[in-house]
T-cell receptor, first 114, second 111 residues
Framework: DQQVKQNSPSLSVQEGRISILNCDYT??????FLWYKKYPAEGPTFLIS?????DKNEDGRFTVFLNKSAKHLSLHIVPSQPGDSAVYFCAASARKTSGSRLTFGEGTQLTVNP | SQTIHQWPATLVQPVGSPLSLECTVE??????LYWYRQAAGRGLQLLFYSVGIGQISSEVPQNLSASRPQDRQFILSSKKLLLSDSGFYLCAWEVGSEKLFFGSGTQLSVL
C-alpha cells in the first residue's frame, strides 16, 4: 500500500524555467509534509516542509503547495538551475499517531538543462 | 553541531555472508534513529527505528535485524545476505524536529 506517490519518475526543464514536482497521498491522518533532495551516492537533505494547517510555504526559490481536499502537494522551483538536478522525494508523517516516522514517495528525477 | 557517520560507503558481499553496517551520531543525546533502504528505482523504505537504547521497531518483515547498543549507535545486521538485500542503506536521526537528517549512505551489492 503506497501511501505517498510521486507518479512522475522523471522531469526535464530548461534552466530559468519553473520546475513543478507533484506528490499525492492517501492517508488522511498525514499532517506534516516534507521535500528532500538527493544527489547520487549521498543521503537525502531536507529542503522544505509544510504543516497541514497551511496551504503554502515559501523559502527562496522553493515553494510547497498543499491541497488537503485533493490530498496533493507540489514543489515549485523557480527559476530552475542546473544544480537543482537531483532526485526529489516527497515525505509525509502523521505526527499524532506515528510521531516523526516518515513515509516517502518513490522520488522524481529532476534534470535542469543549461 | 550534530553529525552522523555511516560506514562503509560501499560494500560488495557474496550471498549467504553476514552483514554489519554501523551508524553513529555526534552532538546530540537520545536521538530517534532510523534505517532506510532505497532499492534500485524505488523510493525510501523504512526498515527499523529506535527511540532509545535496546528499543527497536521493525516496519517490514525481512532478512535484516537492527540493534542499538548505545544511545548514539545504531547497527544494521544480517546473518545471511540475500540477493534482494542489495540497495542503498541510509541511517537517519532526529530529535523532536520532525525532520530527519540522513547519513551519506552505504551502497550494498550482494552478488
Amino acid at each position: 500500500d503506497q501511501q505517498v506517490k510521486q507518479n512522475s519518475p522523471s522531469l526535464s526543464v530548461q534552466e530559468g524555467r519553473i520546475s513543478i514536482l507533484n506528490c499525492d497521498y492517501t492517508n488522511s491522518m498525514f499532517d506534516y509534509f516534507l521535500w528532500y533532495k538527493k544527489y547520487p551516492a549521498e543521503g537525502p537533505t531536507f529542503l522544505i516542509s509544510i504543516s497541514s494547517i497551511k496551504d503554502k510555504n515559501e523559502d527562496g526559490r522553493f515553494t510547497v503547495f498543499l491541497n488537503k481536499s485533493a490530498k496533493h502537494l507540489s514543489l515549485h522551483i523557480v527559476p530552475s538551475q542546473p544544480g537543482d538536478s537531483a532526485v526529489y522525494f516527497c515525505a509525509a508523517s502523521a505526527r499524532k499517531t506515528s510521531g516523526s516516522r516518515l513515509t516517502f514517495g518513490e522520488g522524481t528525477q529532476l534534470t535542469v538543462n543549461p | 553541531s550534530q553529525t552522523i557517520h555511516q560506514w562503509p560507503a560501499t560494500l560488495v558481499q557474496p550471498v549467504g555472508s553476514p552483514l554489519s553496517l554501523e551508524c553513529t551520531v555526534e552532538g546530540t543525546s537520545n536521538p530517534n534513529l532510523y534505517w532506510y533502504r532505497q532499492a534500485a528505482g524505488r523510493g525510501l523504505q523504512l526498515l527499523f527505528y529506535s527511540v532509545g537504547i535496546g528499543q527497536i521497531s521493525s516496519e517490514v518483515p525481512q532478512n535484516l535485524s537492527a540493534s542499538r547498543p548505545q544511545d548514539r549507535q545504531f547497527i544494521l545486521s544480517s546473518k545471511k545476505l540475500l540477493l534482494s538485500d542489495s540497495g542503498f542503506y541510509l541511517c537517519a536521526w532526529e530529535v523532536g524536529s520532525e525532520k530527519l537528517f540522513f547519513g551519506s549512505g552505504t551502497q550494498l551489492s550482494v552478488l
